[in-house]
């Protein structure tokens, strides 16, 4: 088994046994390590919570917590996007494992939907994860960034969180 896969592990772990600091640190980790998708993390927890008999109202505790950990994890790209520009960001591109036309996609977005790309983009797979790039580098407001990173990822989050809680009670439903 490769650290990749022994890492994936610990993170189940980490959110079936430990449910809010599990998806906080995860959700974290997620932002800035893309192979930990969110759409492993948040169905795994909401299925947790169905497991483990939680009120229905934790879906919302869980989104909030995750959405708090993303927003936390968005930010350092943010940062290093306003920090280094356009060009300081090309040069190491190759270290983060970031393809250029990845990045390129994130920017039409962010140039076509303006700051509620934001918002929008923490919905949209793939694009989750860079959209603070180039908010960074069109020097979105940091207030307005935080806000909108954290309304579009604690959306993604208790939507996931939900399906995960949805699909557990249709499958002990067939049981």
């Avoid at 430990?18 to 974290?28: I, S, T």
């Avoid at 950990?69 to 970031?98: D, P, Q, W």
Wanted: proline fraction near 5%.
């Amino acid at each position: 088994m490769n650290e990749i896969q022994l890492f994936i592990e610990w993170v189940i772990s980490l959110v079936t046994e430990n449910l809010y600091p599990g998806v906080f640190l995860a959700a974290l980790i997620e932002t800035v390590f893309p192979p930990i998708p969110s759409e492993a993390i948040f169905p795994l927890a909401g299925y947790t919570i169905l497991k483990s008999e939680m009120p229905f109202i934790h879906i919302f505790g869980v989104g909030f917590v995750g959405g708090i950990g993303a927003t936390l994890g968005a930010v350092i790209f943010y940062l290093i996007a306003l920090k280094l520009g356009r060009s300081g960001l090309y040069r190491y591109l190759k270290y983060a494992k970031i393809k250029e036309t990845r990045l390129e996609k994130a920017d039409k977005w962010f140039e076509k939907y303006g700051d509620k790309s934001v918002i929008l983009g923490r919905l949209v797979p793939g694009i989750r994860e860079l959209v603070s790039i180039p908010a960074g580098i069109f020097n979105m407001k940091p207030l307005k960034f935080l806000l909108f990173t954290f309304i579009g990822s604690c959306a993604w989050s208790i939507l996931l969180t939900a399906a995960g809680y949805y699909f557990g009670v249709a499958t002990l439903d067939l049981i």
